[in-house]
């Protein structure tokens, strides 16, 4: 039986430690699989304030119906790691966990590389952090409403932090990371690499084969 993630108890939570920080300094490449078409478009370093979604495990936004607020906000990328496409792997299995389906044909949906403009400080969820304070790896893992109970109560706690970084529970190898209420400063004002899935077929299509996902021709 796996864990069941509890509720959070922010008094419990410990004081931030060095041990409890991963640093994200300004020379890494994040990746970021974005939408810019439909009713929530938005632009590759736009943060998005609506929420919480039900899909957005780590949306700090107030519980209930998702609005917009203009105080929270939530960008989420995949931190690419050496040369083994680690990060595009994590991005294409955190995007599509829910369907298994990557859709390249798509022309409202493109992948970003890109780069902090500084270094940030996250708090790391694989740390001895989520022990000390009551939790367990569900956090990751478990149902995303229960998350974003944590990630509330952790931005409360905490609001120097950048966010968060974590395993991601469907590629382990990879590392995902969520930035919250970032200004403008917070991402480079270029980004390295930005096409549309389609325009990235011959990387993608591997990388969507060995996740044992499949991909589909939007008409």
Known sequence: MSEALPDPIADSFPPIRAAHLRTVSRRSRLIRIFSHGGSHATKWNEPRHYG???????????????SYDATRSVWCATLEIGKDNNGLHTAIAERYQDTRVVPLSSG??????????RDLRLLNLDSRWITQAGGNAAIASGPRSQSRK???????????????????????????????????????????LISPLGGLTKI????????????????
Do not use: M, Q
């Open 204 to 219: 993608l299509v591997p990388v969507v084969a060995d996740l044992g996902y499949r991909t589909s021709v939007v008409l």
């Open 52 to 66: 919480p979604l039900a899909t957005g495990r780590f949306d700090h936004h107030p519980a209930g119906a998702p």
């Open 108 to 117: 409202d949906t493109s992948l970003v590389i890109c780069r902090p403009d």
């Open 150 to 192: 944590w990630a509330r109560e952790i931005r409360k706690r905490y609001p120097n932090l950048d966010g968060l970084t974590w395993s991601s529970s469907v590629y382990p190898r990879g590392t995902a990371i969520v930035l919250w209420d970032h200004h403008s400063g917070t991402l480079a004002p270029y980004a390295d």
